[in-house]
Every structure is written in C-alpha cells, then in structure tokens.
C-alpha cells in the first residue's frame, strides 16, 4: 500500500544514484551528506534487519557489510533490478505495509528518504504492524524529510517555488511529508519512544524503540 509513486520510481532507476551525488541542482541540499545520512542508520541497526524502500541499494549496501541477517524490500521492479545487479541479494516485492514477513522477530526495521510515500492513516498501520514484528527494545531507525511545523514546511515550499525548483516545490506539496509532531503522535500511540537528530535542512534521522 502506498505505492502511487511506484511508476515514478521505475523510471527515476537509471539515474537516481546520479541524482543523489548532487548532479540536479534542485535537489542538492535534500541529499546534502547522502551518504553521511545513510551511515547513521546503518551505524545504529542491529541484528536481524528489515529495509523497506531499498530503491537502488545503497544503505542496503552498508547494512550488508556488517550483516547477513538481512531483508530488503522495494514496491518498483527497476529499483529492484538495479539494487539486486549491485548487491548480489535478492530484493522483495513489497511495500511498508504489504510486504513477505519474516518468519522470525526482527530488531532493526531501517528505511532512508522513502517514508514520506504513505499517509498519515498509513504510516499509522505500518508502525502499528511494526510493534508486532519486532523484538523487545526493537527499534524503527528512519532517515527522511521530515518539518518541524507546517509553517516550516510552508517556508520551504515558498523558498523552492523562489530559486525556480519547481520539482522540488511539487514534491513537497504533493507527497506526504510528515511534521515532528504528527510522526511523535503516530509512534507514541503505538507504546514506541521516538527521539529525533536533524541531519541536513530536510532529512532527520528519526529512531523508536519499542
Ligand atoms: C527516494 S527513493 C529512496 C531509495 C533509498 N532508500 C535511498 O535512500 O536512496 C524512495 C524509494 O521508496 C520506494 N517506495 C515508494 N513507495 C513505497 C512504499 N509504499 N513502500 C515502500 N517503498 C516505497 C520507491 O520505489 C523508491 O525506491
């Protein structure tokens, strides 16, 4: 579920690692640090590992330098294509709330710059899945955009439409990136502890323990 964007994604394949060296102007300061970004999620999952968005695989990359208790899952078939010609692993078929489950408990469920594709009632039964699958002290370890406030976002969408990004601006109007307080809600409600750690001026690292 979620998957409205999964065409855009098949197309984006080819090019999305050019896209997040900084190549596109438009896009350099969401993916300022990139790889820095990837880095701290990775640092921070622990055993048995679930990645949901694994797009062309590059935290799956890091994440599978330190394990191979390890199971990626990606809605688009290029993406998957392109992630499995790079890792040697299969990638699954799925999505952040339709996906094959592991038959054990998992303890690090990780995702970067690829949360923002479900709504709010979405993301809500994602996370209310992911109590069930994880272990005790679990945890939910995301990378993503993420605003302080709706006047933040509003700013930043002004500020696109300013410097002529108008991809940029369409996106941020049009996907579903959450705010501090609406991401808080949706995880305490589900009995997790969320704390979050700003890592450029639009991804935060955010991280629940269960
Ligand atoms: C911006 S890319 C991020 C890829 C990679 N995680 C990274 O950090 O570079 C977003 C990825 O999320 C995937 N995606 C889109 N909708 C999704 C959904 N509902 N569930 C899981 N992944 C989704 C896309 O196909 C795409 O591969």
Redesign the pocket.
């Given at each position: 579920?979620?998957?409205e964007?999964?065409d855009l994604?098949d197309r984006w394949a080819d090019n999305?690692d050019d896209t997040?060296s900084g190549v596109e102007e438009e896009y350099q300061a969401v993916f300022h640090k990139?790889d820095q970004i990837?880095k701290e999620v990775a640092d921070r999952a622990t055993g048995h590992v679930l990645e949901?968005?694994?797009?062309?695989g590059?935290?799956s990359a890091q994440l599978l330098s330190k394990t191979d208790q390890y199971i990626g899952?990606?809605?688009?078939e290029k993406?998957r294509e392109v992630a499995e010609k790079k890792l040697g692993v299969p990638i699954y078929d799925?999505?952040?709330?339709a996906f094959p489950e592991p038959k054990t408990k998992v303890d690090s469920i990780v995702?970067?710059?690829?949360f923002h594709?479900?709504t709010y009632t979405e993301k809500n039964q994602a996370v209310e899945k992911y109590r069930q699958l994880l272990s005790k002290g679990g945890k939910v370890i995301f990378?993503d955009t993420v605003f302080l406030n709706e006047t933040a976002k509003n700013d930043m969408i002004n500020a696109a439409k300013g410097k002529q990004y108008y991809n940029l601006a369409e996106d941020l109007e049009t996907e579903y990136y959450p705010t501090i307080a609406e991401l808080t809600e949706i995880f305490e409600n589900n009995n997790f502890r969320i704390s979050f750690e700003k890592l450029n001026d639009f991804v935060w690292l955010f991280e629940a323990i269960k």
């Open positions: 579920m979620g998957r964007f999964v994604f999305y997040v990139y990837l949901f968005g694994v797009g062309t590059n935290l899952i990606e809605p688009s993406m799925g999505d952040f709330i995702s970067s710059y690829a594709h479900l990378a």
